[in-house]
């Protein structure tokens, strides 16, 4: 009898001591979870209070002061893209996707401005142009350049394909193949545009448009001589101090352009002479 009720005695201790186990994981768990929901919870409104500083530079067009929501600060700081000799488009392109290089000034209210004195127009007789990942598809290229001339409003336009055997049907003019560095991107192909007309005429833009390429591209240019803004880009810090809690948000707004459509239309102050 007091060999079974030593046995009893050990197994009811065994029983305990896992049943305590179990109970000590679950409770862990739960307090874990709790802490990961509260932390998830907080850095989702830190990201907001993040984004509400961004919305308020667009709205307002300049960085904002700090801005402070629930606790939780947020502070600002603008950049100005372009105003150097390279310049990397911030976002990937689709095929027919049209993006403008500025190569005038604008004013503070967005307008077009040949004569800015703190934003002087690209007058070099050159540029290189550079697009294509490192891998994928082979896209080509449709440049379109847009210049005054005299009080005439004129385009000059080249296309550009490294694929030999499409140029064989296109007959696009070829590209250069490389591995070339320019504004914090890598691209694969480089065209170089000369002689342009900008050293004695104003010349306003290069628009171009990817073809050919089934997945998104990267754009980019390089001048002789530094290249005007292209626009501005906002960077939102949030922080929570009392948890430590710190999320940043970037958002970049290239200078306004015309629709696509505008570089295949023929516009005309007078009657048109065939």
């Avoid at 768990?29 to 802490?35: A, M, P």
Wanted: charged fraction near 20%.
């Amino acid at each position: 009898m007091k060999r079974n009720s030593g046995q009893a005695l050990l197994i009811i201790l065994l029983v305990m001591a896992v049943g305590l186990t179990v109970g000590l994981t679950v409770v862990s768990r739960s307090v874990t979870d709790i802490g990961i929901s509260r932390q998830e919870e907080e850095s989702a409104r830190v990201f907001s209070v993040a984004e509400a500083g961004i919305e308020e530079a667009l709205k307002l067009g300049y960085a904002p002061a700090a801005i402070e929501i629930e606790g939780i600060t947020a502070t600002v700081n603008q950049a100005v893209l372009g105003k150097a000799q390279d310049f990397a488009f911030p976002g990937e392109y689709e095929v027919g996707d049209i993006q403008t290089l500025w190569l005038v000034g604008h004013d503070e209210d967005g307008s077009l401005s040949p004569n800015s004195t703190t934003d002087l127009r690209y007058s070099a007789n050159s540029i290189e142009i550079y697009w294509g990942k490192e891998e994928g598809a082979v896209p080509a290229l449709e440049i379109t350049l847009i210049y005054d001339d005299q009080g005439d409003t004129k385009i000059m336009r080249w296309t550009t394909d490294p694929d030999d055997s499409r140029r064989a049907i296109n007959n696009f003019d070829s590209a250069d193949l490389g591995n070339f560095q320019i504004g914090g991107k890598i691209f694969k192909y480089k065209k170089s545009l000369t002689p342009l007309p900008c050293s004695s005429s104003i010349c306003y833009a290069l628009r171009f448009r990817l073809l050919y390429n089934d997945q998104p591209q990267t754009l980019g240019a390089k001048g002789v001589i530094n290249l005007p803004s292209q626009g501005v880009c906002y960077e939102s810090t949030a922080t929570n101090f009392q948890t430590g809690i710190t999320r940043k948000v970037r958002q970049c707004q290239l200078h306004k352009a015309p629709p696509g459509i505008f570089d295949y239309v023929l516009y005309s102050e007078g009657d048109l002479v065939k």
